[in-house]
């Protein structure tokens, strides 16, 4: 939701800002911006629309322009206040046009504030809550920009990244951040900002994840750090390992492609680290992220998250009832926040968020820690404010998700639940020695697996060339198929446009199958074994109403043979960890319909990466 992006350093910052946002154009992309101190002074250019158009903007700049500075700040854009427009577009600046601001966030209090601003003279152009950023700090600037910030910021409620730039200040930029992400780079010679670490690799490895509130004073050749009331402190770098290429194209067209394959590495990078070898037998080991027998006394175990990473969530209420026979329940983080929930200091409550980011996910965290929960968080996001703030982190290592749709952040999600599950299930002594064992080498199958069904990604690809138009499109299924089900609906509507549902299999006929005709196109999950039987006549009854329809099942099972129109197959699996692999098929079928459709399934309209408001 918006990407802010920053550079000080010796070279011309006008294309490091470019080359930035390009980067973070999954984060926001209705218009973008960037405001550089050259020799005039501030100048800011801003374009409506993809990036392209502000870099065809800057193109047509005569030299010694825009070109001409080293240090500036850069915006891309997810609007929230005002439509996407040229006006809208960030950075903003103040009455004197002295003081730029780019921000990622929302302003809760900005209508208050800008009656006063309004009233002590500041003429508003847009109509963003950022701008009173910009008017707040002209007010309180006294010839020091830092100590403007840090009086403006005493004045803001809502969530912010900011980057702020000023003409008679103009050997540094003013960072700061609450709730919204911000990464501070250290180079040689130059430092950066920018909301994602993507951004920052092609200059330097070396990042600050800036913690809530704390403020980045960036020269050219140090960085300072202060609290909020401007108390300067030391931190402590971290270190990139994965290396720039990860958030490369790497000769796919898209990023979508290139993560969906990637999904074997990324279950093996996940994996690998958290299986050991005992006395010949290999168990799972996450002592080293902290998960002891102490868990083991959980009463309940309730997972929250949003979209994907929610689908994520209710694969894994299924699998830790079948593994530790401890109450489950899945809840969506948006639903959970205001619905009065009963906390008891035995819950172990189970965050997944891709981005470690997502508002309403982080606030039903802090509901739950408040509640005295113990909390876990999995994501794939190092130093994001989730991993900061729950009690024990299992990172996924999925690399960077690039693509707005989730693939390999869900896989490898799955696959933390699955160790975390079963792991818990072995402190309880619900689950024998021998199923443990049989299941750790089922999990460390599943990558060899995945290649399989990609190898075959064909199949899917001519099946999506005959269907591609369906304007219906319904997925079912049972248990842990219908959460399979659930994220293959989502994914085909995010980025094909396909009006896509999931149905639990046994609740079509209670309703949904009223809307079933020959328009429609239903695909069954089936890979729940015990369920055969009921899924064969749930597909036989969407059939009879002339629905097409298309099957899921393992590649020894034909028992789907004459009933379905076409068959997909995947590699035998336990059934509980069949979502690993039944995804796979699901998630190509909505990127060829995408990419048949003439879309951009990198980007999807109106969405965004990650939702840091709420
Ligand atoms: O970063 P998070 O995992 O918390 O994000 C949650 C959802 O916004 C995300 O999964 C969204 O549904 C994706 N676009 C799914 O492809």
New binding site residues.
């Given amino acids: 939701m918006c990407g802010i992006v920053g550079y000080i350093g010796n070279e011309e910052a006008a294309p490091v800002l470019i080359k930035g946002l390009k980067r973070l154009e999954y984060r926001g992309y209705d218009s973008a911006g960037i405001a550089v101190l050259g020799k005039p002074g501030l100048l800011i250019r801003k374009s409506k629309g993809a990036l392209q158009n502000l870099e065809a903007k800057i193109a047509g700049e005569l030299a010694g322009d825009i070109l001409d500075g080293s240090v500036g700040i850069g915006h891309t854009r997810w609007a929230t206040h005002g439509e996407p427009s040229d006006i809208n577009s960030h950075p903003h600046t103040d009455v004197s046009g002295k003081i730029a601001v780019v921000h990622n966030g929302i302003i809760e209090n900005h209508a208050k504030l800008k009656a006063w601003l309004t009233e002590h003279g500041a003429n508003f152009r847009s109509e963003t809550d950022t701008e009173v950023i910009a008017h707040l700090l002209n007010f309180y600037y006294k010839g020091d920009i830092l100590q403007a910030v840090i009086e403006a910021l005493k004045r803001l409620t809502g969530s912010y990244a900011l980057g702020i730039i000023c003409e008679n200040d103009p050997d540094r930029i003013i960072a700061v951040r609450k709730e919204s992400p911000l990464v501070v780079g250290a180079g040689a010679g130059e430092n950066l900002i920018a909301s994602d670490v993507p951004a920052l690799l092609e200059y330097t490895r070396d990042v600050y994840y800036l913690e809530d509130r704390e403020i980045a004073v960036l020269y050219r050749d140090r960085i300072a750090f202060y609290n909020d009331e401007g108390d300067e402190h030391q931190r402590e770098s971290s270190h990139i390992d994965w290396d720039a290429g990860a958030a490369e194209k790497g000769g796919y067209e898209h990023f979508m492609i290139k993560e969906i394959h990637e999904q074997p590495k990324a279950l093996r990078d996940t994996l690998r680290a958290r299986i050991k070898i005992d006395n010949n037998s290999k168990t799972i080991n996450l002592e080293e992220i902290g998960f002891d027998a102490s868990w083991a006394k959980a009463e309940r175990v309730v997972i929250a998250?949003?979209?994907?990473?929610?689908?994520a969530g209710v694969i894994g209420k299924y699998a830790f009832e079948k593994f530790t026979r401890v109450h489950t329940e899945a809840a969506i983080?948006s639903e959970y926040r205001y619905s009065n929930p009963i906390f008891n200091p035995k819950d172990i409550f189970l965050i997944?968020?891709?981005?470690?980011?997502?508002a309403d996910?982080l606030a039903a965290m802090r509901m739950a820690k408040k509640g005295g929960a113990r909390i876990i968080a999995i994501?794939?996001?190092v130093g994001s404010t989730?991993a900061r703030e729950a009690d024990l982190v299992m990172y996924t290592w999925a690399g960077p998700e690039i693509a707005?749709?989730?693939?390999k952040?869900?896989t490898t999600?799955l696959m933390c639940v699955y160790l975390i599950a079963l792991q818990l299930g072995r402190l309880r002594n619900t689950i024998s020695d021998a199923e443990l064992a049989a299941h750790i080498a089922a999990l460390e199958s599943l990558p060899e697996q995945a290649e399989r069904i990609l190898s075959e990604k064909e199949n899917i690809q001519r099946f999506a060339s005959l269907q591609f138009n369906k304007s219906k499109v319904f997925y079912m299924g049972r248990l842990f198929d219908y959460a399979v089900s659930m994220e293959s609906a989502?994914?085909l509507k995010?980025i094909s446009y396909t009006h896509s549902e999931a149905f639990a299999a046994g609740e079509l006929k209670h309703g949904p199958i009223a809307l079933v005709d020959d328009t429609t196109l239903v695909t069954a999950l089936c890979t729940q074994s015990a369920l055969f039987d009921k899924m064969d006549s749930n597909i036989k009854e969407v059939k009879a109403r002339f629905a097409a329809t298309a099957v899921i099942t393992y590649d020894d099972v034909d028992y789907f043979n004459n009933t379905a129109d076409q068959v997909f197959r995947i590699p035998r699996t336990p059934d509980s960890l069949s979502p690993i692999l039944a995804i796979i098929p699901c998630q190509l079928y909505a990127y060829y319909c995408s990419v048949l459709r003439g879309l951009d399934p990198d980007k999807?309209r109106n969405?965004a990466?990650?939702?840091t408001v709420e």
């Fill in positions: 998250a949003c979209g994907t990473a929610y689908h983080a997944i968020s891709q981005s470690g980011e997502t996910t994501t794939n996001a989730l707005v749709a989730s693939t952040a869900f999600q989502l994914k995010e999807p969405l990466k990650s939702v």
